[in-house]
């Protein structure tokens, strides 16, 4: 190991289980490592611990697909992730997880092999306090990374087969039944606070978990669990509704959150200033908010707000991320545009002066309105972004903006993007420039900056960036969200959201926006949607406060319309949607072969 975790996995921890299947465990069989050469040491079991993260890493580490089943971003290919979620639109989405179900699964059993195998050949064996206690935080971190796969699983599916121990032989996963989600939660709730307890401050590189991720975690299944709660989960058999039991998961959540923002010192990314603005149409100089996303600056977490990552080797390393050839086009890097942003995201980017949203662009076509350019608050016009959220500046590209060129690995230097002007020339403050290129994938009219390097040197496929699975600012939000819930708009929670708008330089929330609980409920969702942005947030955000049909429109309806900004129609989703449609998009589908292989899994209602 070095500074961070490279997850080189030694030929010992690749195989965990003697006897495998490539289906609901999603291992390659193989020879395990004798017991006599194996499980000896401390070293031994960071090993598999690194092991663990190794097979822990791509359920997680391409999250931005799940942004594509929400309302703001577009995602093109969904086989590009290391593990395909088949379907990427705004709905049908739930049949489109098998290769993530069994995914998770695979990660699961790593976690349990380590857990096993430590608490029963080292631990027993162990000579002193340190060795004890370094020993239980392998455990620790093993149990944190089960939770949180175990935690996915029932944010999509409910209830879900329960594993808790090495699988020797495949008759036992054949032979599970699908647990209650409510026991399947009191066990992520035990794994979460065995690795609060045990585990250090800090982690012990960047990439391994401390108490904070541990916390947070906690937090955030308790949020989740508030929501189902309070909302319903009617497409999950036999689960209730009680008000009762939402508030007290909602308190829980918010003590917990506390901890998190009050204990361990943590600050926001370069303490949470906006830094600067810069100029209209270039890049030279962008807001803190961009810094946080590209691997020369990202990667340090210097700060802390970065309270788990999972880490990209980035060149030579067989381990790198691939986020700069998703999310732009081929004039940085010979990039592919697999995600676009929907023009819908600019319109929610508040005014810095103001505080508040600004009217609505109008949409038009510089082609056939010869004044769209300069029109005021046309969506073609330049000045129309200006003295907007600074967080707009550092994710967006929209007409006239520009973006640092690289080719294979070398700066190229700046590209205007205009849209609908692919690779041609123009001129530009009298020097001449050739437009962005983006496969011609992009028809929303917005392009994206975060995610993206402005640096030459590595190629599109061998980025080093470590891609946020939980961060200070998201903590910040769903402790607002969870003392909302229980007793309306408190001060710290106003001051902690505040904080999170200071980073896009927005004055404070204005009193109307903490007037009630809907009304800042309504601020903290503003602020969710634009800086958690791209991280995979929203779909899980939509489906527990049940917003689908708030959204989308009700079943039977109209439907939702994406457009551009020349005022285009894109994508429909939802039109005349039945009401079983949504409700496949509540809930997950069942692997329908994992049912045919083990007669005691059921299949969710909407599925049936």
Known sequence: ?????????????????????????????????????????EGDALSALMGNYSVFRPCFDRDYHFDGHGDFLKVWNTGAAPISIAVNNPSSYGGGAAALFRALYGSIVHSNYVIENVNSRLLPNAKTDASIKNLEAIIGEARLLRGIAYFRLISLWGDVPYIYKPVKDPIEVDTISRLPISSVKDSIYADFTYAYEKLPNKGEAIGRAGKPAALAFRGKLQLFWGSWKKNGWPELEGFKQSQTEATAAFESAAA???????????????N????????????????????????????LNADGEMLMVITHGGNATGQSEEYMRVWTGVSVGLSQNQVVARYEIADRYQSTITGDFLPKMIQMNPATNPAARTTPNSAVNPESYRNRDYRMKATLLWDYEKIMGIGTTEVTGYVPFIYKSWSANVTIDGVNYVTFNDNSTNLSGIEERKFVRNYG????????????????????????????????????????????????????????????????????????????????????????????????????????????TYGNNWERFFFNASEQTYQRCYIYQIPETEIARNGKLTQNLPWR
């Open 272 to 299: 949470g200033e906006p830094g600067e603005w810069g100029e209209m149409g270039k890049a030279d100089v962008l807001p803190n908010y961009y810094y946080m996303f590209i691997p020369s600056t990202g990667n």
């Open 1 to 41: 190991m070095t500074k961070k975790i490279h997850l080189i996995l030694p030929l010992l921890t690749i195989l965990v289980i003697t006897s495998c299947r490539k289906d609901l465990l999603d291992q390659n069989p193989t020879v395990a490592p004798g017991l006599n050469t194996f499980w000896l040491t």
């Open 457 to 564: 040197g590595q190629n599109r496929s061998s980025g080093d960036y470590n891609w946020p699975l939980m961060r200070l600012a998201d903590v910040y939000l769903m402790y607002a969200e969870a003392t909302n819930e229980v007793s309306g708009p408190q001060a710290d929670a106003i001051e902690l959201v505040n904080k999170i708008r200071h980073r896009g330089n927005l004055p404070p929330l204005l009193a109307s926006k903490t007037a009630s609980k809907t009304d800042f409920f309504n601020a903290i969702e503003q602020e969710r949607i634009i800086e958690l942005f791209g991280e995979g947030q929203r779909t899980f955000d939509l489906r527990r406060w049940r917003a689908l049909e708030r959204v989308f429109g009700p079943a039977y309806g109209e439907g939702k319309w994406f457009q551009d």
């Open 256 to 270: 917990d959150f506390k901890k998190v923002i009050n204990d361990f010192g943590l600050k926001l990314f370069r």
